[in-house]
């Protein structure tokens, strides 16, 4: 006892510190609730297990979903960012996003004092073993130590460690990444005492190389953007004044493909050792060879991983092959002749349990306290990670608290598209966000993030004073540039139909013609031409006309490939072979997305027939 209260008794107890764990655990103390993480080791808390990066197209509008809801994910970035790189920009703004390199050891650092800076959340370093159940609630989590840690509600965010097994060649080791141990114990109570059921997925990481030993000569540059976009509004400029370190692209060869064919035999993947299914999108070196025999060869990006740090990233090459077949494979990229491998490559295997499990608001359905977010739940990735442990930790602190659900509107945010996907779809591999899975994505821009999110994030007690007064100066100022730019004429033609042409950006027309939004960053220009530009297509499609549900599908539209259907989404409705509209619905694990460009390539179909 301390000061008349129980120690290990909390409100909200979070259990894993990675990117997922971070943004629960401080989504529910900034709600007001006393928090407490538990994970295995405190000093990997925000470690990057994989690539030192983040956002990308889809991922990035999640960071700025978390971002406008007072998330950590985008400011981490940020503060830790040694190239910043907008996608996508020669395409529309609804599929453009930020990308950053990040310093993973300062992405660790500062992930780690943001969490301590809070008084209401406190760390504790061990390992959950057990779970005690009473009824429909858990009463507590049991530790390797056998302390026994209470609370109102609790998030399980486990990320790869749960029964983790690293796989190099033939050889295995528990751990759920390279140098960690895993959670052992862990699963049995899942599915006995808990009663959930659970898979098993992998997951894979490249080798990491030294720097000093690269033939940099022979690689194309990639540098990042001048000036730089963030994630966060209250970023200022680089943490370091030397500037943006690039990355560098090179490529696979004839010989790397010959390699790997010779040792497919050695691989765990294919010699039937890993059972766990894989990212489709994120696959391994050997994967691509085997899948896409008839492609010369694949791009490798490599990437910092610190600054000052002589180890790289070679994103692309991720395996399991042993540990001299991947010597061979480096050997035979140029630039990568003379590489010095720092820590081979691996695969982990791990459980999951499936999403289909959880509500709208990551809640197990037939518990009344317990919620799951991460890489536990069936995803793939830091981001995908993050937004779910925000979600789960907003409703743990309104379980804990008594106070209604949050539950993410899918017509409103990525957040919501992937919570839905997850637990009316559920998974058969690692799920990961793209653009195409919103078929809301025109309204779902990277840069009106804030927008949508922000004035839910206020209602919810997330963003702090500044923040909130922040959001609200910057919706004065556009209502007021509205109106400035509905009355202005330049060169005889209405300026706010001008805006509207897909050639024409808001500094091409306005430059300095217009008083207050001269000075505008350029963030806040590109959210306000945006928004100007999509107004006409979001009309179009909110207003499309109905598709009845017993339209049929004809075989030869499923033999073809649908723009806007991954081959993903177009596996799934062979295997089903639906011959209406209706029945297509009915599929599961078919995106919105996918059905919304079925549905267009059926209606014009109809058109055509009509005609």
């Known amino acids: 006892m301390i000061g008349g209260r129980l120690v290990n008794s909390w409100d909200v107890v979070v259990v894993g510190g990675g990117h997922s764990g971070i943004e629960a655990a401080l989504a529910a103390c900034r709600m007001g609730l006393r928090t407490l993480m538990v994970t295995l080791n405190i000093d990997l808390i925000g470690q990057m297990s994989c690539n030192p990066s983040v956002g990308g197209i889809g991922k990035g509008h999640i960071v700025a979903e978390i971002e406008a809801m007072g998330g950590a994910m985008g400011r981490l970035a940020d503060m830790s960012g040694l190239q910043f790189r907008m996608l996508n920009t020669r395409k529309g703004y609804a599929v453009q996003a930020l990308r950053v390199q990040t310093d993973r050891y300062r992405y660790r650092d500062l992930a780690r004092r943001r969490l301590e800076s809070f008084p209401g959340l406190s760390l504790r370093q061990g390992e959950v073993v057990g779970v005690e159940r009473k009824g429909s609630r858990v009463e507590a989590l049991v530790l390797h130590d056998e302390t026994r840690i209470s609370a109102r509600s609790f998030v399980l965010t486990t990320g790869t460690f749960l029964s983790g097994i690293l796989h190099q060649g033939f050889s295995t080791l528990e751990g759920g990444r390279a140098g960690d141990r895993a959670s052992r114990r862990l699963s ?43 994630f966060s509004g209250q970023t200022r400029g680089l943490f370091y004044e030397g500037g943006q370190i690039p990355c560098h692209l090179t490529r696979t060869t004839a010989r790397t493909s010959e390699i790997i064919r010779e040792n497919l035999d050695r691989s765990p993947l294919y010699s039937g050792k890993i059972k766990g299914i894989g990212p489709r999108y994120c696959p391994s070196i050997e994967d691509k060879i085997v899948k896409f025999p008839d492609r010369d060869s694949h791009h490798i990006f490599i990437e910092p ?49 499936f999403p289909d499990q959880l509500d709208h608001g990551l809640k197990v359905r037939h518990l009344d306290n317990l919620f799951l977010a991460g890489q536990i739940n069936g995803t793939t990735g830091y981001e995908e990670a993050a937004g779910q442990g925000l979600v789960a930790g907003i409703n743990a602190a309104a379980c804990a608290s008594g106070s209604s659900p949050w539950y993410p509107d899918r017509s409103l945010s990525y957040l919501g598209v992937m919570v839905d996907d997850l637990v009316t779809q559920s998974v058969d591999e690692p799920y990961r966000m793209f653009t195409s899975r919103a078929e809301n994505r025109l309204s779902l821009r990277y840069h009106n993030a804030d927008m949508r999110l922000s004035p839910v994030a206020i209602e919810l007690g997330l963003l702090g004073e500044e923040e909130k007064q922040g959001f609200l100066r910057k919706m004065e100022e556009f209502s007021a540039g509205r109106a400035e730019v509905s009355r202005k004429v330049v060169g005889g033609k209405k300026a706010l139909d001008q805006l509207r042409r897909p050639e024409v950006s808001f500094d091409d027309l306005f430059e300095k013609d217009l008083s207050g939004m001269s000075s505008w960053p350029a963030s806040w220009k590109i959210a306000f031409e945006s928004e100007v530009k999509y107004e006409g297509y979001i009309q179009i499609h909110d207003s499309r006309s109905p598709l009845s549900g017993d339209t049929p599908i004809p075989g030869s539209v499923l033999e073809e490939m649908v723009p806007g259907i991954s081959n993903e989404m177009m596996l799934r409705l062979r295997r089903a072979n639906p011959k209406t509209f209706y029945e297509a619905l009915q599929v599961k694990g078919v995106s919105p997305g996918a059905l919304e460009a079925l549905r267009m390539r059926l209606k014009l179909q109809k058109l055509s027939h009509d005609i």
């Open 305 to 353: 991983e610190g600054l000052g740090i002589d180890e790289v990233y070679p994103n692309g090459i991720s395996t399991s092959l042993p540990v001299d077949v991947q010597e061979q494979i480096v050997g035979s990229i140029p630039g990568l002749e003379r590489a010095v491998i720092m820590r081979p490559g691996y695969a982990v295997e791990y459980d999951f349990v």
């Open 188 to 230: 049995a109570p899942l599915s006995g005492e808990l009663g959930l059921q659970l898979g098993r997925l992998k997951t894979g990481t490249p080798p990491r190389l030294s720097g000093k030993t690269i033939d940099w000569s022979k690689m194309v540059i990639q540098p990042g953007d001048e000036p730089p976009s963030f």
